[in-house]
T-cell receptor, first 114, second 112 residues
Framework: EAQVTQNPRYLITVTGKKLTVTCSQN?????MSWYRQDPGLGLRQIYY???????DKGDVPEGYKVSRKEKRNFPLILESPSPNQTSLYFC?????????????FGSGTRLTVV | GNSVTQMEGPVTLSEEAFLTINCTYT??????LFWYVQYPGEGLQLLLK?????DKGSNKGFEATYRKETTSFHLEKGSVQVSDSAVYFC???????????FGTGTSLTVIP
């Protein structure tokens, strides 16, 4: 089944403890992206990647890192999480960089930082 | 800049009622337009799309027409069901690196 897989689905952590949220897609998609979803703010893009080893900042990149060493994987790294990073996170991928095909989204990761 | 504005929610309808969720956009060039649906506890799913002016996207009884003259892409369904209860997002893509712009979402609840 074609899908974007995120792990974990739920995570509670403490301030300052480094964490990684994994994202993997099995569709050979070129484009991958991370979003956070917050009430009243909709989806905001954190980082995106147009291909292997090519990443760039979205609208809210502060406090996050990403890497794209393989086409299928695009992990999101929080080096020192803070409570304002408590959110629902989505990874998404797209066939190419034109945007015409839409996104396939993962099921989300609900992160709580205490 | 590029942006999407969709009607505020929440929207509550009775089963079999007609649904309209308004969406307008601002974009440079000729964007592609999308509607996504998010069911409780799940990720967003692509509902329908249109890639050029006057195109009509349709899926599962939902429709939306790309209106360049009014910069709109309103979502409609003739008869909603309880199972349509979800949050609906309008989005656009301008075909460059920072591809997609999402509206803030409209929550729909359909009551029997």
């Amino acid at each position: 089944e074609a899908q974007v897989t995120q792990n974990p689905r739920y995570l509670i952590t403490v301030t300052g403890k480094k964490l990684t949220v994994t994202c993997s897609q099995n569709m050979n998609h070129e484009y991958m992206s991370w979003y956070r979803q917050d009430p009243g703010l909709g989806l905001r893009q954190i980082y995106y990647s147009m291909n292997v080893e090519v990443t760039d900042k979205g609208d809210v990149p502060e406090g996050y890192k990403v890497s794209r060493k393989e086409k299928r994987n695009f992990p999101l790294i929080l080096e020192s999480p803070s409570p304002n990073q408590t959110s629902l996170y989505f990874c998404a991928s797209s066939f190419d960089t034109t945007g015409r095909y839409g996104y396939t989204f993962g099921s989300g990761t609900r992160l709580t930082v205490v | 800049g590029n942006s999407v504005t969709q009607m505020e929610g929440p929207v509550t309808l009775s089963e079999e009622a007609f649904l309209t969720i308004n969406c307008t956009y601002t974009a440079t060039g000729y964007p592609s337009l999308f509607w996504y649906v998010q069911y409780p506890g799940e990720g967003l799913q692509l509902l329908l799309k249109a890639t050029k002016a006057d195109d009509k996207g349709s899926n599962k009884g939902f429709e939306a027409t790309y209106r360049k003259e009014t910069t709109s892409f309103h979502l409609e369904k003739g008869s909603v069901q309880v199972s349509d209860s979800a949050v609906y997002f309008c989005a656009l893509s301008v075909h460059t690196g920072n591809q997609f712009y999402f509206g803030t979402g409209t929550s729909l609840t359909v009551i029997p």
